[in-house]
């Protein structure tokens, strides 16, 4: 029988930019991946976030990004080796932190927005990141784009490793994303998006925006939880997956 993971990244908002539902999402999904602080969110709210994981047996990741919180950690950074390797380590240290003082703690790490998308292909940047995870705790998990290079990087260096899929986004032929600048790089309909997710869950594989089909190997579905309707997607995904008789169950342990 088939496993999937589902995951959402939450802790994002503050009062001046609501991005997402956290508590109706927390309620569907088996793993968050919660906002370190650089990209979105406050220390009060993310800890707000990790309490009601706590509360709803949800696995915490943290979900470090660029330090770009203007550009909601979207904008790729030029950045050297020895301050993204400190700015990952800074963001995971407050996490681990955070969540400590609610009484969880953290299992795993998925990079967010552009730096996620960068070490999907960078394979110095990949270095950069996977050091620091090596450094602040190398039982962390590392989730990542279903053949990203940073999952052949984390491996090669000792780390677990998890890939991705997203619901809610398009694929390129050769399994990369659609940018968000493209038309149709986002998808909306819960219906759509969950035949597609339970298609992955069973036979591997993920319709391309040309028509083609992708071979995916993934562990865990991402539903972004600041696309619109991300509530309603996610929680057709669910239904539709457990209907086919698919255990949604995390890739990493509580």
Same mark, same amino acid.
């Given at each position: 029988m088939?496993?999937?993971?589902l995951?959402?990244?939450?802790?994002?908002?503050?009062?001046?930019?609501?991005?997402?539902?956290?508590?109706?999402?927390?309620?569907?999904?088996?793993?968050?991946?919660?906002?370190?602080?650089f990209?979105? @969110?406050?220390?009060?709210?993310?800890?707000?976030?990790?309490?009601?994981?706590?509360a709803?047996?949800v696995?915490?990741?943290?979900?470090?990004?660029y330090?770009?919180?203007?550009?909601?950690?979207?904008?790729?950074?030029?950045?050297?080796? =020895?301050? $993204?390797?400190?700015?990952?380590?800074?963001?995971?240290?407050?996490?681990?932190g955070? =969540?400590?003082?609610?009484?969880?703690?953290?299992?795993?790490?998925?990079?967010?927005?552009?730096?996620?998308?960068?070490?999907? +292909?960078?394979? +110095?940047?990949?270095?950069?990141?996977?050091?620091?995870?090596r450094a602040?705790?190398?039982?962390?998990?590392?989730?990542?784009?279903?053949?990203?290079?940073?999952?052949?990087? =984390?491996?090669?260096? @000792? $780390?677990?490793?998890?890939?991705?899929?997203?619901?809610d +986004?398009a694929?390129?032929?050769?399994g990369q994303?659609?940018?968000?600048?493209?038309?149709?790089?986002? $998808?909306?309909?819960p219906?759509?998006?969950?035949? +597609?997710?339970?298609?992955l869950?069973?036979?591997?594989?993920?319709?391309a925006?040309?028509?083609?089909?992708?071979?995916?190997?993934?562990?865990?579905?991402?539903?972004?939880?600041?696309?619109?309707?991300?509530?309603?997607m996610?929680?057709e995904t669910?239904?539709?997956?457990?209907?086919?008789?698919?255990?949604?169950a995390?890739?990493?342990?509580?």
């Open positions: 088939a496993t999937i993971d995951n959402s990244d939450l802790g994002e908002n503050v009062p001046d930019r609501i991005v997402s539902d956290d508590a109706s999402m927390l309620r569907i999904v088996t793993s968050a991946n919660v906002s370190c602080g990209h979105a @969110g406050s220390p009060e709210g993310i800890r707000e976030t990790l309490a009601a994981a706590v709803g047996g696995v915490i990741g943290a979900h470090p990004g330090r770009d919180y203007e550009n909601f950690g979207r904008t790729k950074v030029d950045i050297d080796s =020895a301050t $993204l390797q400190a700015h990952v380590e800074y963001q995971l240290g407050a996490l681990l955070l =969540a400590a003082a609610v009484g969880g703690r953290v299992s795993y790490v998925k990079p967010h927005g552009a730096l996620y998308n960068t070490i999907a +292909r960078d394979e +110095r940047q990949s270095k950069d990141v996977v050091a620091a995870i602040v705790d190398p039982s962390l998990v590392l989730l990542g784009l279903a053949g990203g290079v940073v999952l052949d990087v =984390a491996q090669k260096a @000792g $780390l677990a490793v998890a890939a991705e899929a997203f619901a +986004r694929y390129q032929p050769d994303l659609v940018s968000r600048t493209e038309e149709g790089a986002v $998808l909306h309909d219906t759509a998006v969950a035949e +597609r997710m339970v298609r869950a069973a036979d591997g594989v993920i319709r925006i040309d028509g083609t089909d992708v071979a995916v190997s993934a562990q865990s579905i991402c539903v972004h939880g600041d696309s619109p309707g991300s509530v309603a996610a929680a669910r239904r539709l997956l457990q209907t086919e008789g698919i255990t949604i995390p890739f990493a342990g509580a």
